[in-house]
T-cell receptor
Framework: DAGITQSPRYKITETGRQVTLMCHQTWSHSYMFWYRQDLGHGLRLIYYSAAADITDKGEVPDGYVVSRSKTENFPLTLESATRSQTSVYFC?????????FGQGTRLTVV | DQQVKQNSPSLSVQEGRISILNCDYTNSMFDYFLWYKKYPAEGPTFLISISSIKDKNEDGRFTVFLNKSAKHLSLHIVPSQPGDSAVYFCAASATGGGADGLTFGKGTHLIIQP
């Protein structure tokens, strides 16, 4: 199916562990984004990528690392998870100004 | 500093009546505005948009109004239906796409009462 998919949908991890959230799109959109959604904060941009091997920080990048070796994939890694990174994470790709979102990954750090 | 503001965290409206969701912005460089709808456990989905060269855009039951001088936009839903119960995010773009992506408001939870 065409679209943007995230995996896993749900993840529980321990403080200090490394965890990677996956994002895959089938459209070959150039731009991809990672947002986190928290109560009272809405959607905040973590990192974005303009193309393969080009990434840049968003509003809340601390504690996160991204890579983009292929156009279709944009994984987000928490190098050492903290409780404050408990959130719902959304990956998106854009066509012009229109963003298409994945289903989200609910991450709980205990 | 929040550039896109949705000051009502929640809104309750009776089925069949009009729902009006408001959004204010501070960045004069924003030139395109979008509304996204989000159901629980799903990603946001695009609803309707408006360019800064227009002051109104209509799509079925949904109409977005833009007042550039007041830096204000609103989403009208008429008539409201139970399936409209969701969180609505206002978003803005200053780059014509790409680059910094979209700047989102905090969202308004719309509840349609039967």
């Amino acid at each position: 199916d065409a679209g943007i998919t995230q995996s896993p949908r749900y993840k529980i991890t321990e403080t200090g562990r490394q965890v990677t959230l996956m994002c895959h799109q089938t459209w070959s959109h150039s731009y991809m984004f990672w947002y986190r959604q928290d109560l009272g904060h809405g959607l905040r941009l973590i990192y974005y990528s303009a193309a393969a091997d080009i990434t840049d920080k968003g509003e809340v990048p601390d504690g996160y690392v991204v890579s983009r070796s292929k156009t279709e994939n944009f994984p987000l890694t928490l190098e050492s998870a903290t409780r404050s990174q408990t959130s719902v994470y959304f990956c998106a790709s854009t066509e012009g100004v229109l963003a298409f979102f994945g289903q989200g990954t609910r991450l709980t750090v205990v | 500093d929040q550039q896109v503001k949705q000051n009502s965290p929640s809104l309750s409206v009776q089925e069949g009546r009009i729902s009006i969701l408001n959004c204010d912005y501070t960045n004069s460089m924003f030139d395109y505005f979008l509304w996204y709808k989000k159901y629980p456990a799903e990603g946001p989905t695009f609803l309707i948009s408006i360019s800064s060269i227009k002051d109104k855009n209509e799509d079925g039951r949904f109409t977005v109004f833009l007042n550039k001088s007041a830096k204000h936009l609103s989403l009208h839903i008429v008539p409201s239906q139970p399936g409209d119960s969701a969180v609505y995010f206002c978003a803005a773009s200053a780059t014509g796409g790409g680059a910094d992506g979209l700047t989102f408001g905090k969202g308004t939870h719309l509840i349609i009462q039967p």
